[in-house]
């Protein structure tokens, strides 16, 4: 491999920079070139390439967000698109290319990859939804920033003796929900592998608490699920008790990386670098059983994870 491209694809997540500057050094202590391509797949098929160096990745690893851009990029679903991405990366010397992003992104890189460039896929995304790894860039300081809001929010609602609806990002997955569930010892945590959509329920167990003396209700529910302003609004009527809805958005996905995306993100970098220089493609990174791990990109997309089995929701 002579040039090494890195692109940021999908959501952003906190850490990704972390990654772009590992993939950017380890190729060059390698004796590599490095090109950044801006944008994701849009960026490529735009020709939005820049040469990378040392300097180019200098105090990024403490930033959220990716200094990539990231993009989504209908045309990329087309087999013209990938045609036209793969002559890019040609035109540009690119042999090597490091997607980072989520499942959409993998399976992009896996259509470059039938058109002859080598690519490693790097889970970057807060959501946590990625079948064959237990960690993805950007969940760790995602949870933090959520579940400091929570408490935030926790202490009005406590104060004014109200029943808070807070809802977290997510996608269809409910692991940020789960883990700030417990994290924020939430009264009721509403899953969307799980929710069978029965508000009596979660009625019963409001009224039942107020019985029993608490101050407060803590219902943290995931952006899957949504719908929370409605929820309040029936669950106030119901219940009599005031209730807010809160929904997190954004922020979840800014801010700082935590100490864990920095690192872990560092150490995914450099391996996906290390797997291009031994001349593989088509792989994933993942980190599962307590170790960094790579698999088929196609192995990887057919992978299904449970969060009702412990260990891989916590
Ligand atoms: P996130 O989890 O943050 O949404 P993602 O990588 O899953 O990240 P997507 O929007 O699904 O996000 O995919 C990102 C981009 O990858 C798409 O805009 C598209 O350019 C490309 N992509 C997605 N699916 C495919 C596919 N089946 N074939 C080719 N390219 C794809």
Redesign the pocket.
């Known amino acids: 491999i002579n040039t090494i491209g890195v692109l940021t694809?999908?959501?952003d997540a906190p850490g990704m920079n972390a990654a772009i500057r590992a993939v950017v050094r380890t190729a060059i202590s390698k004796g590599m070139n490095v090109k950044g391509i801006q944008r994701?797949?849009a960026g490529l098929l735009n020709e939005e390439i820049v040469d990378m160096n040392s300097r180019s990745v200098s105090e990024i690893i403490q930033r959220g967000g990716t200094i990539l851009y990231t993009a989504?990029?209908?045309e990329?679903?087309t087999e013209e698109g990938?045609a036209r991405g793969a002559e890019m990366c040609r035109k540009h010397g690119i042999d090597g290319l490091v997607v980072i992003?989520?499942?959409?992104?993998y399976?992009?890189a896996g259509?470059l990859a039938e058109h002859g460039i080598n690519t490693v896929g790097l889970p970057g995304?807060i959501?946590l939804?990625i079948a064959c790894t237990d960690y993805t860039i950007g969940f760790d300081t995602a949870v933090n920033t959520a579940m400091e809001a929570i408490d935030k929010i926790r202490d009005t609602s406590t104060s004014h003796e109200r029943c808070s609806i807070i809802e977290v990002m997510g996608?269809n997955a409910g692991y940020i929900a789960l883990w700030c569930g417990i994290a924020n010892g939430a009264e009721d945590i509403l899953l969307p592998e799980r929710y069978d959509c029965n508000e009596q329920t979660i009625i019963n167990h409001i009224i039942e608490h107020r019985k029993n003396g608490k101050k407060h209700h803590i219902i943290i529910n995931a952006e899957g699920i949504g719908h929370s302003t409605s929820m309040a609004k029936r669950i106030e009527a119901a219940t009599g008790i005031e209730t807010r809805a809160s929904i997190l958005g954004y922020m979840q996905r800014g801010g700082m990386p935590s100490c864990k995306d920095r690192v872990y993100a560092s150490i995914m970098g450099a391996k996906a670098v290390e797997l291009l220089a031994e001349g593989k493609s088509n792989r994933v990174v993942g980190w599962r059983g307590g170790e960094f791990v790579d698999y088929d990109l196609y192995e990887a997309l057919a992978m299904q994870k449970d969060i009702c089995e412990e260990e891989y929701a916590i």
């Open positions: 694809s999908g959501g994701g797949y989504r990029c209908e990329f679903r990938q992003g989520g499942d959409g992104s399976r992009g259509k995304t959501d939804d996608r």
